[in-house]
């Protein structure tokens, strides 16, 4: 029996193939970074070459969903349109039915809950998309937290986390041996962008970098601004690599 026809049947060693397969469109896709401050969040997308003549501001990597939360997210961008939609009707709703505005915490289980529903049904296949997703909680005194979703409709809370992309696992690593707690929105923005060096090209020009501040106040990171912060990490490790030089000149 093919067991990865049928989304609703389980293989004999417990695997549900098609939830599996939706996550190795998530690998196939481009690397998501998020970050917790001190009273931050930072998300960092890699954005792929963009064709000649396609205007850029069509294709984000980095939505708002409400006027406190955003959303990250790696994989197929047109089942991410579908959820982003569904999401945002949500949060809507809730401000309509309790004349305030949701949690991220209620958001983010919602999410998980709709993309959990469509690995149960037949008929349907699941989303191929995992998300960061960060925002405020009520009871957090305004700091903003981050979340994480994938396509089984599990969601968990973060201090840093990496999804998309082929080098996950090893960005995850040097997230957990650079993370420090209680770091201020600059090194969070450093180390997102350290990050995201490793498996970008270009630079700036394939980044795109959001910080979430005290409140759920959003703000975009320039092109310019993300620029020196990347002059400045090569400058370092350009630096790092002189003395070595000199030295094993100097022995000869």
């Known amino acids: 029996m093919s067991?990865?026809?049928a989304i609703t049947v389980f293989s004999p060693d417990g695997h549900l193939f098609q939830v599996e397969y939706a996550m190795e469109a998530v690998r196939r896709g481009s690397t998501a970074v998020g970050i917790k401050g001190k009273d931050c969040v930072v998300l960092a997308v890699e954005r792929r070459a963009l064709a000649k003549l396609q205007e850029p501001r069509t294709?984000?990597?980095?939505?708002?969903?409400?006027?406190r939360s955003v959303l990250a997210f790696a994989g197929l961008t047109a089942d991410a349109r579908v959820?982003?939609?569904k999401i945002r009707m949500e949060a809507q709703s809730y401000r309509l039915t309790m004349e305030d505005a949701p949690s991220i915490d209620y958001l983010a289980r919602y999410l998980a809950r709709i993309q959990q529903q469509y690995t149960q049904r037949g008929g349907v296949r699941?989303?191929?998309i995992a998300s960061l997703f960060c925002g405020v909680n009520d009871a957090d005194d305004g700091i903003p937290?981050?979340?994480?979703t994938d396509p089984a409709g599990t969601h968990s809370r973060w201090k840093a986390q990496v999804i998309g992309g082929r080098n996950s696992k090893s960005l995850r690593e040097f997230l957990e041996k650079n993370y420090t707690e209680e770091m201020?929105?600059?090194?969070?923005?450093?180390?997102?962008?350290?990050?995201?060096?490793?498996?970008?090209?270009s630079g700036a020009k394939?980044?795109?970098?959001?910080v979430v501040r005290k409140g759920g106040k959003k703000a975009m990171i320039t092109e310019e601004a993300i620029e020196a912060v990347v002059k400045e990490i090569e400058q370092e490790q350009e630096d790092k690599r002189a003395p070595a030089g000199g030295a094993s000149g100097g022995d000869e």
């Open 145 to 148: 937290e981050l979340y994480q």
């Open 206 to 210: 394939t980044m795109e970098i959001c």
């Open 3 to 5: 067991y990865d026809r």
């Open 126 to 128: 699941p989303f191929g």
């Open 83 to 85: 959820l982003i939609s």
């Open 184 to 201: 201020e929105e600059a090194q969070c923005t450093r180390l997102a962008i350290q990050a995201l060096l490793e498996v970008v090209d």
């Open 59 to 67: 294709i984000r990597k980095i939505v708002s969903i409400d006027d």
